[in-house]
């Protein structure tokens, strides 16, 4: 089963079991969104302690009412949401261990303990929901790009309108400090823009006219007027909004396994805690003793540490990473970038420029028919000639595109052929070595056309970090001839360079790495040429693709800048990210195995209970949120 298969499958499994799952705390997904109100909880705590400390001054059924009130102030909400828990069939949950274990505490006549308890199980909780609220809108603001409002210009005067509203071909005028709403291209002005939230570039971008630009890049300093390329639900922006909100549907296997251990562990507690209340007193030993230990057991074992802090920790990776402007589609991709082995990539856009020139030519009637079919391909060399050859282009008809070879069509009545040494031997044509392009025409050779492409600044930085990394399989493949790949693999520090290779041979050269003992491989190419690749590969990041709907949906991960030092950078805060996540599950359950074993040997009671479930939770959320201060 190939990786999409699986992952349909999957996603189809996830969609079926989220229908009815419900968070830790027995509510409907999305609670945790709700909004957190100081105000209200400060003015609830207060009028709880004062209703307690009336109750311990007290005595006889005045103090017992001042309890009940105390108690109900405290954990009205966590005794409804027990009910609700039951109601739905989910009574194993946080609240129901607490509103079960402080109502025995109460029949038990510990009055004082039980609200106690409850009070510092809100506090608790307060102390966590405020830092999860806190740390989720941190994040959010870190991927805050919506945008508001549009300003298009009709028949002269301005008009205000919704970004969805903005049709292809209207022109939105831009002021200083205002965000582009829709992807598109100047048409009147200049300008720098701020693109930190769409790419993690810290310096402002110049622009002028004809330069396209992407919504959510804020305009610094002059009005610019720009002419609607997309609308706003194609845009960039929308894009990137969508694909994170959408992160969460991709489990990693670290959340599953937090699901599946919930569900299994929760009931072994419960039966445990049932055999440390009944079968001590059935040996004769005293029965309210042993019944209030298994309260704290039941307390002390709600499994809501992990079930938050796990998916917070990927939740605060994906979004770190977003906000360092590499898009993550899933948290199972973040897992799978930690334990990348291998790296691939492209040559053309990837590890190069992309961008060539020509820098010889045999001649003219080579370089006019050359143009005249390369039109019709979006291959940089193709674009290249026709860049030099200006406007005395030739027409063409009958263009056919020859994947991994070149490009055919006819030209004045004649066939021309332009591309690779291996397209001219494939038509019996003989041709000099060494050259970009060679040209035929009618089955003779004509001349040749040569282009040169340069690496990127960063290029030989980040494949040395990826080595630093330990990342030991590093290999380029390219359909480019194999004295321009190992020049350029030399350049940029790569050992293993495969050269010639259509797109087919590129997946088995991938495959290859994989009998060599290889288990994660990472695929990076710049956009839909290279989907095959993406595709094939454990994860398929796609570079500088963000403007490209073919590379988001081709790829797990868009790098947003055309650079590759952001891959080192990714895989850094996945292993970071991994990291805390494991830190989380021992801390947990570390924490939790000896309360449990204490409270059986008797030295237990509530507020150690309180501790290993709201204390345990703020400790292992506390540690999530450190990965949004990795540098």
Not at 305 to 316: E, K
Not at 358 to 382: G, K, M
Not at 397 to 424: D, H, P
């Amino acid at each position: 089963m190939s990786k999409h298969e699986h992952e349909h499958e999957h996603n189809h499994e996830h969609e079926h079991s989220h229908e009815h799952e419900h968070c830790c705390c027995g509510c409907e997904h999305g609670c945790e969104e709700e909004e957190f109100d100081l105000k209200k909880s400060l003015i609830r705590a207060a009028a709880g302690i004062i209703a307690l400390a009336g109750a311990i001054l007290t005595d006889g059924y005045i103090s017992i009412a001042l309890y009940i009130t105390a108690y109900v102030i405290f954990g009205y909400d966590v005794v409804i949401n027990a009910f609700k828990s039951i109601i739905r069939g989910k009574a194993l949950d946080e609240h129901f261990l607490m509103a079960f274990a402080t109502i025995c505490a109460f029949c038990l006549g510990e009055f004082t303990e039980a609200v106690s308890v409850m009070l510092f199980y809100q506090i608790g909780e307060f102390l966590q929901d405020s830092i999860v609220d806190r740390s989720r809108r941190s994040i959010k603001n870190l991927m805050e790009m919506n945008i508001e409002k549009a300003y298009v210009l009709i028949d002269g005067s301005i008009t205000e309108k919704a970004p969805e509203e903005v049709e292809i071909g209207d022109t939105v005028v831009v002021k200083p400090g205002e965000k582009i709403p829709v992807d598109g291209t100047v048409t009147k002005g200049s300008s720098s823009l701020d693109m930190k939230a769409l790419t993690g570039e810290s310096l402002p971008v110049e622009i002028n006219e004809g330069d396209g630009v992407l919504s959510g890049s804020v305009n610094n300093s002059n009005v610019i007027y720009i002419k609607a390329d997309k609308k706003y639900s194609d845009s960039t922006v929308s894009r990137i909004m969508e694909l994170i909100e959408n992160a969460s549907s991709k489990k990693s296997k670290t959340e599953n396994f937090v699901t599946k251990f919930a569900r299994v562990y929760t009931p072994i507690v419960v039966a445990l805690a049932i055999v440390i209340a009944i079968v001590p007193a059935l040996l004769g030993y005293d029965l309210k003793a042993w019944v209030y230990r298994a309260l704290i057991f039941l307390v002390a074992s709600c499994p809501c540490a992990l079930v938050l802090s796990i998916p917070l920790t990927f939740f605060a990776g994906i979004g770190t990473m977003s906000r360092r402007g590499v898009l993550v589609k899933g948290s199972s991709y973040i897992e799978a970038l930690s334990r990348t082995d291998a790296v691939v990539m492209d040559k053309t856009g990837t590890v190069t420029k992309g961008s060539f020139e020509v820098t010889e030519y045999e001649n003219d009637e080579a370089l006019r028919y050359a143009a005249a079919v390369e039109r019709f391909s979006t291959h940089p060399l193709a674009q290249a000639v026709v860049n030099y050859c200006g406007e005395d282009i030739p027409d063409a008809e009958q263009v056919e595109n020859i994947a991994g070879y070149g490009i055919k069509g006819i030209c004045g009545g004649r066939t021309i052929l332009a591309g690779s040494e291996r397209l001219m031997s494939e038509n019996g044509i003989s041709v000099p070595a060494g050259k970009s392009i060679y040209v035929a025409c009618d089955g003779e050779y004509i001349g040749y056309i040569n282009a040169e492409d340069t690496i990127k600044e960063d290029s030989k930085e980040a494949i040395a970090e990826l080595k630093a990394l330990g990342i030991k399989n590093i290999a380029m493949l390219t359909g480019d001839k194999r004295e321009i790949a190992e020049k350029t693999g030399r350049a940029a520090g790569i050992d293993a360079v495969y050269a010639e290779l259509l797109p087919q041979d590129k997946i088995e050269k991938t495959k290859e790495l994989y009998s060599k003992g290889c288990k994660t491989i990472c695929a990076v190419g710049d956009g839909i040429n290279d989907a095959p690749l993406l595709a094939g590969a454990d994860v398929g990041i796609a570079m500088g693709g963000i403007g490209s709907d073919a590379a988001i949906e081709a790829a797990d991960v868009v790098i947003m800048k055309d650079s590759l030092i952001k891959l080192p950078a990714a895989l850094r805060l996945a292993r970071k990210t991994m990291a805390i996540c494991s830190q989380n599950v021992f801390i947990v359950i570390a924490l939790k195995v000896l309360v449990l074993i204490i409270t059986v040997l008797g030295y237990g009671n509530m507020w150690i209970a309180v501790f290993a479930d709201v204390g345990v939770a703020l400790i292992a959320v506390l540690n999530s949120i450190r990965i949004t201060r990795v540098k």
